[in-house]
T-cell receptor
């Protein structure tokens, strides 16, 4: 069984401030973990993924995430928010064996203030 | 094509009517997924195709929902006798789905926004 919890349905930051979006997962086997971004009226776009190589994963648009097994977390960060980062962000988990079906979190809406 | 395409982009229908939603995956992708995204909710898995067969259709919410895939390519999601609670964005994704390839990445289409009046 696998599940994902994204803490906070909305996160508000000022332009230039640190972005931190939280994701905790539950998986009975070592997981693969993903972050996706969804801009208004668009589909989901992959930001980054953890595949059991480096625990610190760098993605597109300056985002990165760190896999912490002891905390079962995969939080997404960006040092300095841009207005263009305003979007919905989804964390997803997939087991390393068997099904290809990932489980998605409910999403976190990132609001960036000028 | 260059990406996953879906049609129509928007569909407004009356309660009780049938609708068909189409997904055209990336060429060469053997796996295809349908999700439903309701307002304020995450992505709800509906069905997964590997080639033309559906190994996992556990997410279909009722027997009013069905899907097929032909030629290992285009897929159609059909909702019969639509209800207002069917209103949502229906997303399609495809992936290479290499067996044992755990890093398989899903590529999403822009979705079809369904509104049932």
């Amino acid at each position: 069984a696998q599940s994902v919890t994204q803490l906070g349905s909305h996160v508000s930051v000022s332009e230039g401030a640190l972005v931190l979006l939280r994701c905790n997962y539950s998986s009975s086997v070592p997981p693969y973990l993903f972050w996706y971004v969804q801009y208004p009226n668009q589909g989901l776009q992959l930001l980054l993924k953890y595949t059991s190589a480096a625990t610190l994963v760098k993605g597109i648009n300056g985002f990165e995430a760190e896999f912490k097994k002891s905390e079962t977390s995969f939080h997404l960060t960006k040092p300095s928010a841009h207005m263009s980062d305003a979007a919905e962000y989804f964390c997803a988990v997939r087991s390393t064996g068997g099904s290809y079906i990932p489980t998605f979190g409910r999403g976190t809406s990132l609001i960036v203030h000028p | 094509g260059a990406g996953v395409s879906q049609s129509p982009s928007n569909k407004v229908t009356e309660k009780g009517k049938d609708v068909e939603l189409r997904c055209d995956p990336i060429s060469g992708h053997t796996a295809l997924y349908w999700y439903r995204q309701s307002l304020g909710q995450g992505l709800e898995f509906l069905i997964y195709f590997q080639g033309n067969s559906a190994p996992d259709k556990s997410g279909l919410p009722s027997d009013r929902f069905s899907a097929e895939r032909t030629g290992g390519s285009v897929s159609t999601l059909t909702i019969q006798r639509t209800q207002q609670e069917d209103s949502a964005v229906y997303l399609c994704a495809s992936s290479l789905a290499h067996p044992g390839g755990g890093t398989d990445t899903q590529y999403f289409g822009p979705g079809t926004r369904l509104t049932v009046l």
